[in-house]
Structure formats: C-alpha cells, structure tokens
C-alpha cells in the first residue's frame, strides 16, 4: 500500500474535518517518533498506521478496532500492518496488545496528540510551536478538560515505553510542532476547512 491507498481509504470513511486532522496529525507524529527512535528507514509504515489507526471510528464508533480489519484489506493490508493498527485500542475496543515499539508509541501517543491539540487550541497562538510541558501535566491532572481523551491509556503508554510522563509529554509536543505546519495545510487542502 502507498500513502495515496491510504488517503483514499481514510478518506472513503471519514469525512468529518476534526478526523481528518487527528489522522494526518498522528501521522505526522509517528514519522517523527519513527526517525526519533532509530526507525528512520521505517518512518513510511509508523506514519501509514498513524494515518489509518481511525479508519473505522467516524462510520463505526460501535466497532472501533473490529471493524478496521475489513476496511484495511480493501487496500491489501498485511496482517502484521492490521495489528499495528487495532493493538492502539487494547483494553478499550481491542484484546490485540502492542507488542513492536511502534505499537507501543502509536498506543500512548494517540489519546495525548488530542488532549495537546485541545490544549494548544486555547491558547493565544492557538498551536504548539510554543506549549511547554508544564502546560501540559496541568491539563493532564484536570480530568474535565479534554475529558475524552483517556488518562489511563496515557499513563499505560509511557509505562509500556518505559518513560516517564513529562518524557512522553515532551516528545509528542516536538512531534506535533514538527508536522503541524502541513498538517494543518493539508487537512484544509482536503477537507477545505481550517482548525
């Protein structure tokens, strides 16, 4: 599969600007995450999981991570890609548990790339080229903001990786400023709507 399968995938079940922007946003995170860890020959395939890890969620919230299965093998997905995939909702939508360090950082950056977006849309700049992660654990200990974004799925994830937090915190706002740029370009380029 290359990038523009699974654009067109994503964007065959997904058409809301908020998801679009969640799975370019992951995208982007996971390739940076990639390169970061020592994966850089493999940035390409963290980034199509990033992209498509919600493929199933805007059409099927009931069936999220049951459903992505059958979705994915419309663009020949391999069975080892389609783990990557499910394994980001182990325990809430999935018994399919991360097991590569690209699982690992997919399930614990997910839920935080959101509560960081949340986060960074309050403030003046309205980004996170300048968030500091003290903001960030001050948003993460008020369970009423962002409240869907899981706290504990967050706290599994760096525990899985073997960091603390305020590590996990600081990669992912580096990740996120590094895409945020084109992300933001392409999601309006898609969706003709900006965030």
């Not at 849309?121 to 992660?133: A, F, G, I, L, N």
């Not at 580096?174 to 945020?180: D, G, Q």
Request: charged share 30%; proline share 3%.
């Amino acid at each position: 599969m290359n990038r523009e399968e699974a654009l067109h995938l994503l964007r065959k079940y997904n058409g809301e600007p908020f998801h679009i922007l969640h799975a370019l946003t992951v995208e982007g995170v996971m390739r940076w995450y990639a390169d970061e860890l020592g994966y850089g020959e493999e940035k390409e395939y963290w980034g199509l999981v990033g992209l498509l890890h919600d493929v199933d969620f805007e059409k099927y919230p009931d069936q999220h991570c049951q459903k992505a299965p059958e979705l994915l093998k419309e663009i020949g997905a391999s069975d080892a890609f389609i783990h990557s995939v499910v394994c980001h909702g182990y325990g809430l939508c999935s018994d399919v548990e991360p097991e590569h360090e690209m699982e690992k950082v997919l399930f614990a950056a997910d839920e935080l790339t959101g509560l960081i977006w949340a986060a960074a849309k309050m403030r003046p700049s309205k980004s996170t080229q300048d968030m500091e992660v003290k903001s960030i654990k001050k948003k993460f200990k008020d369970k009423s903001f962002a409240a869907g974004c899981s706290r504990d799925v967050i706290r599994q994830g760096a525990e899985r990786l073997g960091w603390e937090l305020p590590e996990l915190f600081e990669k992912t706002i580096l990740a996120m400023r590094s895409c945020e740029e084109s992300v933001r370009s392409e999601c309006f380029a898609l969706t003709g709507v900006r965030e």
